[in-house]
């Protein structure tokens, strides 16, 4: 079958070009397994991906930048315990394998890891005493809060409450990785907010900012840019800020 000599001016979708070539490819796997031993494809087993054959291998930018770059900072500190705030499982998974963790969520994930307790928690009612967690993280999770998009109730001012409650908890000397999409400030309701820079800072003025990161709109400019210049922020759409912040001692 060959689907590249189409008649001029044809429009074919892609989807319709990807299943021909997904039928020419089950044709030519089949043929080759009747040379070999091995086990043929049988038609009502197919399972057709039919995007995945990309020049590239896509990837969502602020969750593999934002982990790596959190990963990378507890590394350095290496904390005898660290408590997560409704993150990525994936980072939890990963960085319990060498930093004890405890996972706190809206919506408990069951999850089950050596070095990983997992629990229940409401962010804006944290179960901790003031100024008493070493090293905290809530990343991409805050602007969601008050949205009412994961159950929690409606809030117009959820995100500061969540925000006040970490910065309630930090021990003197301690950390808090927090990490929310940066630009324009704007509300898109009910999936999330967007924050300025100084909207960040200013919602956490009890503490120091220790490291910014950004992953920017264009790629262009890179993954991960550590220590940019602030100003930058206010050009994004939808940024995402990454802030290592810590109390005095």
């Known amino acids: 079958m060959r689907i590249h000599r189409l008649v001029p001016g044809w429009q074919v979708p892609n989807r319709m070009l990807n299943l021909l070539r997904f039928s020419r490819d089950y044709q030519q796997f089949q ?8 086990q043929s494809a049988q038609w009502a087993d197919r399972y057709p991906c039919l995007e995945d054959r990309t020049a590239n291998t896509g990837f969502d930018r602020h969750y593999i930048y934002h982990t790596a770059w959190a990963s990378r900072v507890l590394a350095k500190l290496r904390p005898e ?7 990525s ?7 319990s394998a060498f930093v004890p963790m405890e996972f706190y969520d809206y919506r408990p994930a069951n999850l089950k890891l050596d070095n990983l307790v997992g629990r229940q928690a409401d962010l804006q ?21 008050g949205l009412g998009r994961y159950g929690d109730p409606i809030d ?3 995100d500061l409450k969540a925000m006040q409650e970490l910065q309630r908890v930090i021990a003197p000397g301690g950390s808090l990785l927090f990490v929310t999409p940066v630009g324009r400030p704007r509300v898109c309701f009910n999936a999330h907010r967007v924050y300025s820079y100084d909207q ?14 950004l992953i920017p709109d264009d790629t ?12 930058i922020v206010s050009q994004q759409s939808y940024g995402c800020g990454c802030f290592w912040l810590r109390r005095a001692r």
């Open 31 to 38: 043929r080759s397994s009747q040379s070999t031993s091995r």
């Open 81 to 87: 315990k660290h408590i997560d705030i409704s993150s």
């Open 89 to 95: 499982l994936y980072f939890v998974s990963n960085v």
């Open 125 to 145: 009612d944290l179960p901790f005493e003031d100024n008493s967690v070493e090293s905290l993280s809530c990343m991409h999770v805050v602007e969601h809060v």
């Open 156 to 158: 117009a001012e959820g």
């Open 200 to 213: 960040i800072l200013e919602s956490f003025s009890d503490l120091e900012l220790n490291e910014f990161a």
């Open 220 to 231: 262009e400019k890179g993954g991960l840019m550590v220590d940019p210049d602030p100003a």
